[in-house]
Protein backbone atom coordinates (compact mmCIF):
# COMPACT_ATOMS: atom_id res chain seq x y z
CA UNK A 1 0.00 0.00 0.00
CA UNK A 2 1.24 3.74 -0.79
CA UNK A 3 3.05 5.43 2.14
CA UNK A 4 2.57 8.84 3.47
CA UNK A 5 2.89 11.15 0.95
CA UNK A 6 3.83 14.86 1.59
CA UNK A 7 4.01 17.64 -1.07
CA UNK A 8 5.43 19.54 -2.29
CA UNK A 9 8.75 18.31 -1.56
CA UNK A 10 10.20 21.34 -1.91
CA UNK A 11 9.92 25.08 -1.25
CA UNK A 12 11.33 28.38 -1.48
CA UNK A 13 9.09 31.19 0.13
CA UNK A 14 9.82 34.78 1.53
CA UNK A 15 9.58 36.40 4.83
CA UNK A 16 6.16 37.54 5.56
CA UNK A 17 5.19 34.79 3.00
CA UNK A 18 2.59 32.35 3.95
CA UNK A 19 2.60 28.36 2.66
CA UNK A 20 0.60 25.36 2.79
CA UNK A 21 2.16 21.81 3.24
CA UNK A 22 0.03 18.68 3.05
CA UNK A 23 0.22 15.20 4.16
CA UNK A 24 -1.89 12.03 2.75
CA UNK A 25 -1.38 9.22 5.30
CA UNK A 26 -1.46 5.89 4.48
CA UNK A 27 -4.94 4.39 3.81
CA UNK A 28 -6.89 3.87 6.55
CA UNK A 29 -4.26 6.20 9.31
CA UNK A 30 -6.59 8.20 10.86
CA UNK A 31 -3.80 9.87 12.71
CA UNK A 32 -1.36 12.26 11.30
CA UNK A 33 1.46 14.33 13.41
CA UNK A 34 3.54 16.70 12.15
CA UNK A 35 6.73 17.94 13.25
CA UNK A 36 9.87 20.83 12.42
CA UNK A 37 12.95 19.13 11.94
CA UNK A 38 16.54 21.99 12.41
CA UNK A 39 19.84 20.61 13.14
CA UNK A 40 19.71 22.25 16.46
CA UNK A 41 16.89 21.48 17.83
CA UNK A 42 16.09 18.49 16.41
CA UNK A 43 12.48 17.01 16.48
CA UNK A 44 9.80 18.86 17.20
CA UNK A 45 6.25 18.26 17.74
CA UNK A 46 3.68 20.53 16.24
CA UNK A 47 0.62 18.89 16.45
CA UNK A 48 -1.52 15.75 16.16
CA UNK A 49 -4.80 15.62 14.35
CA UNK A 50 -7.49 12.76 14.94
CA UNK A 51 -10.54 12.18 12.95
CA UNK A 52 -10.38 15.96 11.88
CA UNK A 53 -9.91 17.28 15.80
CA UNK A 54 -6.62 18.48 17.00
CA UNK A 55 -5.64 16.40 19.94
CA UNK A 56 -2.51 17.53 20.68
CA UNK A 57 -0.32 20.57 20.46
CA UNK A 58 3.45 21.43 20.43
CA UNK A 59 5.16 24.99 21.76
CA UNK A 60 5.13 26.75 18.65
CA UNK A 61 3.22 30.00 18.02
CA UNK A 62 -0.04 30.73 16.80
CA UNK A 63 1.44 31.13 13.34
CA UNK A 64 1.82 27.67 12.73
CA UNK A 65 -1.87 26.30 11.96
CA UNK A 66 -3.34 22.83 10.41
CA UNK A 67 -6.39 21.19 10.15
CA UNK A 68 -7.21 17.45 8.56
CA UNK A 69 -10.13 16.66 6.29
CA UNK A 70 -12.98 14.20 6.40
CA UNK A 71 -10.57 11.67 4.31
CA UNK A 72 -7.80 11.93 6.84
CA UNK A 73 -5.79 14.06 4.54
CA UNK A 74 -3.72 16.74 6.71
CA UNK A 75 -2.65 20.28 5.37
CA UNK A 76 0.00 22.91 7.71
CA UNK A 77 -0.23 26.27 7.11
CA UNK A 78 2.70 28.95 8.66
CA UNK A 79 1.97 32.65 8.05
CA UNK A 80 4.25 35.24 8.34
CA UNK A 81 6.89 33.20 7.07
CA UNK A 82 10.51 34.27 9.55
CA UNK A 83 13.88 33.26 8.63
CA UNK A 84 14.02 30.46 11.59
CA UNK A 85 10.73 28.43 10.00
CA UNK A 86 13.41 27.02 7.07
CA UNK A 87 13.20 23.76 8.27
CA UNK A 88 12.26 19.92 7.44
CA UNK A 89 8.20 19.24 8.21
CA UNK A 90 7.99 16.16 8.70
CA UNK A 91 4.12 14.53 8.97
CA UNK A 92 3.54 11.15 10.43
CA UNK A 93 0.73 8.90 10.38
CA UNK A 94 -0.84 6.26 12.53
CA UNK A 95 -3.76 3.82 12.20
CA UNK A 96 -5.24 5.40 15.60
CA UNK A 97 -3.16 7.75 17.12
CA UNK A 98 -1.48 5.34 19.95
CA UNK A 99 2.17 5.69 19.35
CA UNK A 100 2.88 2.02 21.18
CA UNK A 101 2.73 0.94 17.29
CA UNK A 102 4.74 3.45 15.89
CA UNK A 103 4.32 5.91 13.18
CA UNK A 104 5.15 6.01 9.35
CA UNK A 105 6.93 9.10 8.40
CA UNK A 106 6.83 10.64 4.63
CA UNK A 107 9.63 11.86 3.05
CA UNK A 108 9.00 15.60 4.57
CA UNK A 109 8.80 19.20 2.93
CA UNK A 110 11.78 21.21 3.24
CA UNK A 111 11.50 24.47 3.41
CA UNK A 112 13.56 27.65 2.72
CA UNK A 113 12.64 30.86 3.59
CA UNK A 114 14.95 33.67 1.93
CA UNK B 1 9.75 16.44 32.53
CA UNK B 2 9.36 13.83 30.47
CA UNK B 3 12.95 13.82 28.35
CA UNK B 4 14.99 11.40 26.09
CA UNK B 5 18.75 12.19 26.07
CA UNK B 6 21.08 10.03 23.37
CA UNK B 7 24.95 10.10 22.92
CA UNK B 8 25.64 13.10 21.12
CA UNK B 9 27.41 12.25 17.29
CA UNK B 10 29.01 11.97 14.78
CA UNK B 11 29.91 8.39 15.04
CA UNK B 12 32.34 6.98 12.39
CA UNK B 13 32.90 3.52 12.46
CA UNK B 14 34.39 1.02 10.13
CA UNK B 15 32.91 -1.91 8.38
CA UNK B 16 32.06 -4.83 10.48
CA UNK B 17 32.63 -2.47 13.66
CA UNK B 18 30.38 -3.19 17.10
CA UNK B 19 27.56 -0.24 17.44
CA UNK B 20 26.31 1.09 20.40
CA UNK B 21 24.29 4.14 20.63
CA UNK B 22 23.32 5.44 24.23
CA UNK B 23 19.47 6.08 25.00
CA UNK B 24 18.25 7.21 28.61
CA UNK B 25 15.03 8.47 29.05
CA UNK B 26 12.68 10.03 31.50
CA UNK B 27 9.08 9.47 31.42
CA UNK B 28 6.00 8.87 33.92
CA UNK B 29 4.05 5.63 33.66
CA UNK B 30 4.96 2.95 31.23
CA UNK B 31 6.43 4.47 28.37
CA UNK B 32 7.21 2.71 25.13
CA UNK B 33 10.44 3.08 23.60
CA UNK B 34 11.64 3.58 20.05
CA UNK B 35 14.49 3.55 17.33
CA UNK B 36 14.21 5.17 14.63
CA UNK B 37 16.48 5.56 11.79
CA UNK B 38 16.62 8.38 9.12
CA UNK B 39 18.78 7.76 5.83
CA UNK B 40 19.86 10.94 3.81
CA UNK B 41 16.82 12.84 2.00
CA UNK B 42 14.75 10.84 3.87
CA UNK B 43 11.40 10.45 6.70
CA UNK B 44 12.26 8.52 9.57
CA UNK B 45 11.28 4.69 9.20
CA UNK B 46 10.71 2.62 13.14
CA UNK B 47 13.61 0.58 13.75
CA UNK B 48 12.35 -1.26 16.38
CA UNK B 49 10.30 -1.11 19.40
CA UNK B 50 9.70 -2.30 22.74
CA UNK B 51 6.43 -1.77 24.86
CA UNK B 52 7.40 -3.43 28.55
CA UNK B 53 10.64 -3.54 30.46
CA UNK B 54 13.18 -6.37 29.49
CA UNK B 55 11.53 -6.86 26.14
CA UNK B 56 14.22 -6.42 23.39
CA UNK B 57 13.00 -4.77 20.16
CA UNK B 58 15.19 -6.42 17.36
CA UNK B 59 15.15 -5.24 13.30
CA UNK B 60 17.77 -5.66 11.01
CA UNK B 61 20.32 -6.97 13.00
CA UNK B 62 19.94 -4.24 15.30
CA UNK B 63 19.12 -4.82 18.65
CA UNK B 64 17.69 -3.15 21.85
CA UNK B 65 16.44 -3.98 25.50
CA UNK B 66 14.33 -1.91 27.60
CA UNK B 67 15.96 -1.32 30.82
CA UNK B 68 13.62 0.18 33.58
CA UNK B 69 16.28 -0.25 36.59
CA UNK B 70 18.68 2.34 34.34
CA UNK B 71 16.31 3.99 32.24
CA UNK B 72 17.68 3.10 29.18
CA UNK B 73 17.20 1.67 25.85
CA UNK B 74 20.37 1.38 23.78
CA UNK B 75 21.02 0.27 20.57
CA UNK B 76 23.54 -2.33 19.06
CA UNK B 77 24.52 -4.14 16.16
CA UNK B 78 26.98 -6.47 16.04
CA UNK B 79 28.40 -5.89 12.62
CA UNK B 80 27.51 -2.62 10.84
CA UNK B 81 27.58 -1.86 7.46
CA UNK B 82 28.20 1.21 4.93
CA UNK B 83 24.57 1.45 4.28
CA UNK B 84 23.91 1.53 7.95
CA UNK B 85 24.91 5.13 7.57
CA UNK B 86 22.08 7.40 8.48
CA UNK B 87 20.37 9.83 12.05
CA UNK B 88 19.53 6.95 14.62
CA UNK B 89 16.54 8.55 16.60
CA UNK B 90 15.37 7.50 20.04
CA UNK B 91 12.01 8.36 21.23
CA UNK B 92 9.43 7.39 24.03
CA UNK B 93 5.81 7.82 25.11
CA UNK B 94 5.20 9.87 27.52
CA UNK B 95 2.06 10.50 29.53
CA UNK B 96 -1.15 10.43 29.41
CA UNK B 97 -1.69 11.46 25.83
CA UNK B 98 0.86 9.14 24.96
CA UNK B 99 2.77 11.88 23.02
CA UNK B 100 6.42 11.14 21.74
CA UNK B 101 9.35 12.70 23.11
CA UNK B 102 12.19 12.37 21.00
CA UNK B 103 16.04 12.27 21.37
CA UNK B 104 18.03 14.74 18.94
CA UNK B 105 19.58 12.10 16.34
CA UNK B 106 22.66 10.35 16.48
CA UNK B 107 24.42 10.93 13.22
CA UNK B 108 26.44 7.43 12.18
CA UNK B 109 28.45 6.99 9.44
CA UNK B 110 30.53 3.76 8.49
CA UNK B 111 33.65 3.32 6.22
CA UNK B 112 34.36 0.83 4.05
Known amino acids: KAGVTQTPRYLIKTRGQQVTLSCSPI?????VSWYQQTPGQGLQFLFEYFSETQRNKGNFPGRFSGRQFSNSRSEMNVSTLELGDSALYLC?????????????FGSGTRLTVV | GDSVTQMEGPVTLSEEAFLTINCTYT??????LFWYVQYPGEGLQLLLK???ADDKGSNKGFEATYRKETTSFHLEKGSVQVSDSAVYFC???????????WGLGTSLAVNP
Open chain 2, 27 to 32: ATGYPS
Open chain 1, 27 to 31: SGHRS
Open chain 2, 91 to 101: ACTAGNNRKLI
Open chain 2, 50 to 52: ATK
Open chain 1, 92 to 104: ASSLAGQSNYGYT
